[in-house]
Structure formats: C-alpha cells, structure tokens
C-alpha cells in the first residue's frame, strides 16, 4: 500500500487559491489517486480522483505529474466554509483505502 | 446524495453490554468499510468487505467484528463494551472497478462507553 504524506496544516484567506500537495512515491501502477474533505463530525466527502496529468471538476482541480510520485488538490477562490480537513488517499479497485492524518485548512476572513 | 445510512446515530451504553451498528446502503455496492475515528484524528480502517461473505480485517486491531450476509448490509457488533471503545464509527461503500476510489459515507455512529 502506497503509504502518502502531506502536510498537517495550512492556513489561507478567502478568495486565494489554495494548494495542497500529497507526496506517495511508493504509488503502484494501478493505484489512483483520490482527495476527500472532512467537517467535524461528518464522514469524509469525495473531492476528486485522478490517474495521471489533471483533472477538474466543479470544484477542485488535481495535477498529477508524469511520474505520480505526487499530487496537487487546487481549490480556487476558497471561502469560509472550505475550512475542513483535506485527505489524500492512494488505491482504488479492490484495495483497501487507508487514510493518512490529512491537512488542516483553516481559512481566515 | 449517498444511500448509505448508519443507526444509531448516537448510542450511549454500559460496559460490558453487547451493541451492534447498523449499516445500509442501496446503491449495489461491493466493497464497505468501517473506519473508527476520535475527535479530531485521523481515521483508521477496523473492517472492510468486497462482496457477500468476504470480511477482513483492516489495520487498526480491534475487537468487534463484521458480517456480510447481504450486499446491503454490514453490521458491525462489539460482543462485550468498554470504554476504550468509546469513539465514532463511521461506514462507507464503493463501487467495484480499478479506477473506483470514491467512497461513500453514513453520517457515522457515535458510541460512548461508561
């Protein structure tokens, strides 16, 4: 299992975009890549998922380098109610999906 | 929105007393899992399932144990209950296929032991 790291906090401002990057340089070949966010007292919700290069949605963007050692969740333009934290997990299929420590974002006015 | 439910949703209980967390889910999946997290750490996976009669155990060593009768349901029992069991518990499901890491979450079971 690709074990992942990322950092335990980061603080930003409304309206900046935010980076969180995830470092899994044991990542398999068929493993992909997913995000998730956390509000106290709630089950973690999917953000994204990506294989390789980036991917968007409505609310997150993920990049993914060529040699997928590590991985970026781009939130644009974050607001108050993004203060949450943010895991990133490694697997998929018929994996088991263990979630690391995750990173505190808190966003201030 | 997740069709996945959890019940209780908050259960407060002796120890010693034999509990079982309920989980649901209707959207066919495969694959469910309990992970058992305290407030504000991390989760830590208890059990998991790919089908019907499949369970394992997953890496946090605990003491209850898991069925998997129907694809729906996988209930969760703690045959005697301790206050070290005091925690959230919280049930996901997944959708078979390599590229399925999306889970589902219940709103989670908060367990306290006296």
């Known amino acids: 299992l690709a074990k992942t790291t990322q950092p335990i906090s980061m603080d930003s401002y409304e309206g900046q975009e935010v980076n969180i990057t995830c470092s899994h340089n044991?990542?398999?070949?068929?493993?992909?890549i997913t995000w998730y966010q956390q509000f106290p007292s709630q089950g973690p919700r999917f953000i994204i998922q990506g294989y390789k290069t980036k991917v968007t949605n409505e609310v997150a963007s993920l990049f993914i380098p060529a040699d997928r050692k590590s991985s970026t969740l781009s939130l644009p333009r974050v607001s108050l109610s993004d203060t949450a934290v943010y895991y990133c997990?490694?697997?998929?299929?018929?994996?088991?999906?263990?979630f690391g420590a995750g990173t505190r974002l808190a966003v201030h006015p | 929105e997740a069709d996945i439910y959890q019940t209780p949703r908050y259960l407060v209980i002796g120890t010693g007393k034999k509990i079982t967390l309920e989980c649901s889910q209707t959207m066919g999946h495969d694959k469910m899992y309990w992970y058992q997290q305290d407030p504000g750490m991390e989760l830590h996976l208890i059990h998991y399932s790919y089908g019907v009669n499949s369970t394992e155990k997953g890496d946090l060593s605990s003491e209850s144990t898991v069925s998997r009768i129907r694809t729906e349901h996988f209930p969760l029992t703690l045959e005697s209950a301790r206050p070290s069991h005091t925690s959230q518990y919280l049930c996901a499901s997944g959708d078979r296929g390599e590229d399925s890491g999306e889970l589902f979450f219940g709103e989670g079971s908060r367990l306290t032991v006296l």
């Open positions: 997990l490694v697997g998929g299929g018929y994996n088991k999906l263990i």
């Open positions: 044991n990542i398999a070949t068929n493993d992909y």
